[in-house]
């Protein structure tokens, strides 16, 4: 019988070890790869096409929601379920804008771990009950957990990222293999979109909006 494959991104390297520990312990399941941050993730579930991928939300340089919208986009097959440390109804909504199918607290147990990917592996959508009672309570009010679109393109979200994390216009430029000069105009084009006047305010902007987490933002 072919195994299930099953790619692990997370940034922390005692975190993604204990996760492949508890997926491996399953005879049909196979971790076929991990990946330390969101560019990789991306790229080694184009390599190996998982059939699930098990991602953090909040990652360096490319996170993980937008991770997601990129591997979903490019093989619609590979199901994605995020792992994160908090249950916002923002997050719920962001989740569900990037095309993953399952939503799972890191406070969760590993056995909460094993039936979500098994959810996943079978068709189906996985959230656990506080964060189901969310989605539940969106839809009870009239505001369907179908995404608040946001005023920025995928490109420059990322380029929001890498700024909020510190890089220079030059050092975006270089990441995302752009010319300065478009980098600058893409800066540019953000501030004037959200109508920002300041790095401080991009940076808050960021956090706000699940692009980067507290502590990559160092706000903490």
Known sequence: MTAFRILVADDH?????????????????????????GREAVEKARQLMPDVMVM?????GLNGLEAT?????????????????????????DVLDAGARGFLLKSDS?????????ALLRGKTYFTSKVAAL??????????????????TAREREIVQLLAEGSSTKEVAGVLGLSV????????????????HSVSSLVLYAVRHNIVHVVQAGLE
């Open 13 to 37: 390297e005692v975190v993604r070890k204990g996760l492949i520990a508890i997926l491996e312990q399953q005879p049909a399941w196979q971790v076929c790869g991990e990946a330390c941050n």
């Open 135 to 152: 989605v539940l309570d969106g839809y009870l009010r009239g505001t369907p957990f179908s995404g608040v679109r946001s005023l920025l």
């Open 181 to 196: 000069k478009t980098a600058e105009t893409h800066r540019s084009n953000i501030m004037r979109k959200l109508q920002l």
């Open 69 to 93: 919208r990129k591997i979903v986009k490019e093989n619609p097959a590979t199901k994605v379920l995020i792992l994160t440390l908090e249950d916002s109804s923002q997050l719920v909504r």
């Open 110 to 118: 590993g056995s909460e771990l094993v039936a979500a990917v098994d």
């Open 56 to 60: 953090d939300v909040s990652m360096r």
